[in-house]
C-alpha cells in the first residue's frame, strides 16, 4: 500500500527511477484493488517506465463487507445513484492528483481504465477532466446518466470500450449504446464486443486493451 487517500496496490516498472507513464485501474462492484491487479501482471511486462495502480474504492461494499464500491446499488433510483457517482468522481480526482504529483506526470501520461462500476467512474472521469487524459479503456460498463454526462464534457481522450456478448449482469447491448452517445458527443470511442464472454475480462479483452494502451499513453 502506498501514501494515497486510497488504499492502493501498485505494480511498478523494472526500474522504478524511471516512470514516466501510468494505468489507472479501478475495480468493480464488490471488488477491490487486488481483483482488477491480476490484469495489471500481464500489462507490464510489454509497457516501458509504467506504474500500474489499483487503488481500492472509499467504501464497503453494501452486499459484499469484503468488497468495496466506488457508489451504493442498494438504491436503484437514477437520482440517487447520479449524486453517489459523483461524490465518488471528488475521491478519485483527488487519488489521480496524488498520482501526478508523487510520479511527476500529466494527464497525458496516464490511461485509466475500469471494470464494470469502475468502468462507468473511468468514463465519467475522462471526459470530465480539465487536461485530457493519453486513453481510457473501459470492461463491461454503461453511462452512468447520459444527460448529466453531456452537459459536463470537456475533453475527449481515445476511448475503447470492450464488452463480452453473453454479460447478464451489464447487458451487452450497453455497449452500443454507450458507442452511440460518444459518437454523438464527438469522441474518438472504439469497441469490441468478446463471444462467449460472461461478465468478466477474458485474455482476449486483455490483450486487445493493451494493445490500445501502447498506441494511445504518452510518454
Known amino acids: 500500500m502506498n501514501n ?8 511498478y516498472p523494472e526500474n522504478k527511477n524511471s516512470i514516466k507513464k501510468a494505468i489507472i485501474l479501478f475495480h468493480g462492484y464488490g471488488g477491490d484493488g487486488k481483483d482488477i491487479s491480476m490484469l495489471s501482471y500481464n500489462w507490464i511486462r510489454h509497457l516501458e517506465n509504467t506504474i500500474i495502480l489499483c487503488p481500492n474504492a472509499h467504501q464497503k461494499c453494501s452486499i459484499n463487507p469484503l468488497g468495496y464500491q466506488w457508489f451504493d446499488l442498494s438504491n436503484d433510483d437514477p437520482d440517487y445513484i447520479l449524486g453517489e457517482s459523483l461524490k465518488s468522481e471528488k475521491v478519485i480526482n483527488k487519488f489521480i492528483d496524488e498520482v501526478k504529483k508523487k510520479y511527476n506526470l500529466k494527464n ?27 486513453c481510457i ?81 504518452n510518454n
Open 4 to 11: 494515497f487517500s486510497l488504499d492502493t496496490i501498485t505494480i
Open 108 to 134: 497525458s501520461q496516464i490511461c485509466i481504465a475500469g471494470f464494470s462500476q469502475g468502468c462507468m467512474m473511468s468514463i465519467n472521469i475522462g471526459l470530465t477532466a480539465n487536461e485530457k487524459f493519453g
Open 137 to 217: 479503456v473501459g470492461f463491461s460498463g454503461k453511462i452512468i446518466d447520459k444527460d448529466n454526462l453531456s452537459k459536463r464534457i470537456i475533453s475527449k481522450p481515445q476511448i475503447l470500450l470492450i464488452h463480452g456478448a453473453l454479460d447478464s449482469i451489464v447487458p451487452s447491448n450497453f455497449l452500443l449504446d454507450s458507442k452511440d452517445f460518444l459518437i454523438r458527443q464527438k469522441v474518438d470511442v472504439v469497441t469490441k464486443l468478446i463471444n462467449n464472454c460472461e461478465h468478466n475480462i477474458p485474455v482476449e479483452a486483455s490483450s486487445y486493451a493493451l494493445e490500445f494502451i501502447k498506441k494511445n499513453i
